[in-house]
């Protein structure tokens, strides 16, 4: 087996890229895989919730603690649903801090997804309590991430959904980070 040693691979064509073992290179996407992750987005419950929301859509808001911020252009939020800022893959994690209230309890919690901005929706995360103790309330914290393909930043949306009995509650908080969502790209399509 040979190598070849060269300090410049060029291009035939301008922007073409340059095919090594079936892998197509182009200019622009080295400096994407170097750079590690660009868009990480956080954003918090800021008042505890206890009556059923599709979606969630008040008291949200990025936290304002010392040394956070967000990376990137960040998600936008209008009226519960949330848009993307680019194409790729992402990972949503949600990190909620609730209580199921009394015997019979429940809390409901999901991540909904549409690619026809919310013409239809598919439940693709759950996370769901249920209090079978008899009159004791339980406060539970759990969590999930997910894994998603947005294509169309016009049409591939989500929301957040919250289905309670009565007696139960998702907590906020303005000071302490309670109810969580996080948004990190993880590459490019």
């Excluded at 987005?41 to 808001?61: H, K, R």
């Excluded at 894994?147 to 049409?155: E, L």
Aim: proline letters at 2%; hydrophobic letters at 35%; glycine letters at 10%.
């Amino acid at each position: 087996m040979s190598t070849l040693n060269v300090n410049v691979i060029g291009e035939r064509t301008s922007g073409s890229g340059v095919t090594v073992d079936g892998l197509l290179i182009k200019d622009g996407a080295i400096p994407s895989i170097a750079s590690g992750v660009t868009e990480y987005d956080e954003w918090t419950l800021t008042n505890t919730l206890n009556t059923d929301a599709d979606p969630v859509q008040n008291n949200l808001s990025r936290p304002t603690g010392t040394l956070q911020t967000k990376l990137g252009t960040g998600m936008t939020l209008s009226s519960g649903l949330w848009t993307f800022p680019s194409t790729g893959y992402w990972q949503i994690k949600m990190c909620v801090l609730f209580n199921v209230g009394g015997s019979g309890g429940r809390f409901d919690f999901d991540l909904v997804t549409t690619n026809d901005n919310f013409s239809s929706e598919d439940t693709v995360g759950l996370i769901r309590m249920y209090n079978d103790q008899s009159g004791t309330a339980e406060t539970k914290t759990h969590s999930q991430d997910l894994m998603i393909k947005v294509s169309d930043t016009s049409n591939d949306k989500i929301k957040f959904k919250a289905d309670f009995t009565t007696g139960a509650q998702l907590f906020g908080s303005t000071t302490e980070a309670r109810t969580v969502f996080s948004f990190i790209k993880m590459a490019d399509i």
